[in-house]
């Protein structure tokens, strides 16, 4: 498209961001959790590519960091859960196959799976502090209850990845959780926008 509505796109990211943070309702559900998650993903990379619409229009600096790190967050967490719990699969199966010796070797593939999930968390935290520092450059340009609710939703999440990189303490994973989903119904707020301001950003 050759003009972009900022406004525009800020309520689809809203409107997005909204069916995200039911995706994380749903995915603590024992029976719908993997289509939650699934749906969740998709919905992610469609608010993303709001996201990536802004930057080509305003070329912020602070988006541009924000949706490179998340991006680079998500790839490396879907990796990292995937060496967990093909590690711990694997590590069962053996010890139940071919001894506690060889089934301890497994657990290498654990570990890097751990150490990709770190990796992620402090990505996110990234991702989130740039997003917090676009809103308060460009405050303004929302409405200030919109722009107030972001901006709390970006400590959040940042907040919410922190607990996720704490994951081994368990508890951790709960809190994570809910600041997640908190954070996710803040953002969401940009759906209030509508469709029909056409205010630009002022870089």
């Known amino acids: 498209m050759s003009e972009i509505d900022i406004n525009n796109e800020f309520y689809k990211f809203g409107k997005n961001i909204q069916i995200v943070a039911g995706c994380t309702i ?8 993997f289509l939650a998650g699934f749906g969740q993903l998709i919905f992610i990379f469609l608010a993303l590519g ?3 619409n802004v930057i080509f229009k305003t070329n ?3 988006l541009y960091e924000f949706r490179s790190k998340f991006t680079s967050a998500f790839i490396l967490r879907f990796f ?3 060496f967990v719990y093909a590690g711990l699969i694997g590590f069962f199966s053996a010890l139940i196959y071919a001894g506690l010796e060889n089934a301890l070797y497994v657990l290498i593939a654990v570990g890097l799976g751990f150490v990709l999930l770190l990796i992620s968390g402090i990505l996110e935290m990234g991702a989130w502090k740039n997003f917090k520092k676009y809103l308060e450059e460009t405050k303004g340009t929302f409405p200030e209850e919109i722009t107030t609710e972001a901006i709390e939703g970006s400590e959040k999440l940042q907040k919410g990845a922190l607990m996720f990189v ?4 368990i508890v951790t994973l709960v809190v994570g959780t809910i600041l997640q989903l908190i954070g996710y119904l803040k953002l969401a707020k940009f759906n209030q926008l509508g469709s029909s301001s ?3 950003i002022q870089v």
Do not use: A, C
Not at 166 to 169: M, Q, R, S
């Open 26 to 33: 749903l995915s603590i559900i024992p029976y719908v959790s």
């Open 50 to 52: 709001n996201i990536k």
């Open 60 to 62: 912020n600096r602070f």
């Open 80 to 82: 990292g859960m995937f």
């Open 166 to 169: 704490l994951g081994f303490l």
């Open 198 to 200: 056409t205010k630009d």
